[in-house]
């Protein structure tokens, strides 16, 4: 459910190292028609820890966090510029380490 | 069969489902927790995403290298040191088409399944690095 017709919900799931900074999962309620780039912006903003180990110096996404929406993964420019719906799920985490 | 769990995995009872009248080789990769000073490790996955993973893994698997089946097994949860994390066994008409279609499903793992590990040593606690991680 949204806020307004001017906003929108986003799910957000964090894993590993991710989910002990962050929580395991929370809502967003950001501006309609926002993109992934918003999102990260905003988990940045709840903490320094948080915006050492999301994003570069110059706020860009570090290059090893993987980045999907709706359990499909995003890659090359779309990891930052892709819109996101009302409802989306956006999972942030770590590189993999199964097996 | 393919499957993320939390109970033990009883490696022969895969290995003898995949004998069949057209199989000639079994290959099997059984993953295990090393002693490197460690108390225990906690295995963590995205559980939906990973699952689906390995199914789609298996099926390329098959396809790719002509096998007959493919069973996947990963454990979540805490395990010690000897325990089983992954089996993977993999049913061929000959040997080598069943360790190619393993090593693509190991490698394919590591490389992308959203799984993470914990390992809790003497001195600290630490996640596990995976290999496609950057220097």
Redo the contacts between chains.
């Keep these: 459910m949204t806020e307004s017709v001017n906003s929108m919900i986003v799910n957000i799931k964090a894993f590993a190292r991710f989910r002990e900074v962050l929580g395991s999962g929370f809502t967003l309620d950001i501006p309609m028609d926002s993109s992934i780039k918003t999102v990260i912006q905003e988990i940045a903003n709840r903490s320094p820890e948080a915006a050492e180990m999301l994003c570069e110096e110059d706020g860009t996404l570090k290059g090893y966090v993987i980045i999907m929406v709706n359990k499909k993964r995003i890659s090359g420019h779309e990891r930052e510029s892709l819109v996101l719906l009302d409802g989306d799920e956006v999972a942030i985490f770590p590189p993999v380490a199964g097996g | 069969m393919i499957a993320l769990t939390k109970g033990e995995i009883d490696i022969q009872r895969y290995i003898e489902a995949a004998k069949t009248k057209k199989t000639g080789g079994i290959v099997t990769f059984t ?1 295990v927790v090393r002693d490197d000073g460690i108390e225990h490790i906690i ?4 559980e ?3 699952e ?1 993973d390995l199914i789609r893994i298996a099926g390329e698997a098959i396809n790719k290298f002509s096998l007959n089946s493919v069973d996947i097994i ?1 454990r979540i949860g805490k395990m010690n040191v000897g325990d089983t ?2 089996l993977i066994v993999v049913g061929a008409p000959h040997r080598k088409a069943a360790f190619e279609g393993c090593e693509y499903i ?1 490698d394919t ?10 390992e809790y040593l003497t001195t600290g606690e630490r ?8 220097e």
């Design positions: 993953g295995l963590e996955a995205y939906e995403v990973a689906q990963h994390i992954l190991i793992i590591k490389e992308s399944v959203p799984i993470w590990k914990k996640w596990v690095p995976g290999e496609h991680a950057p």
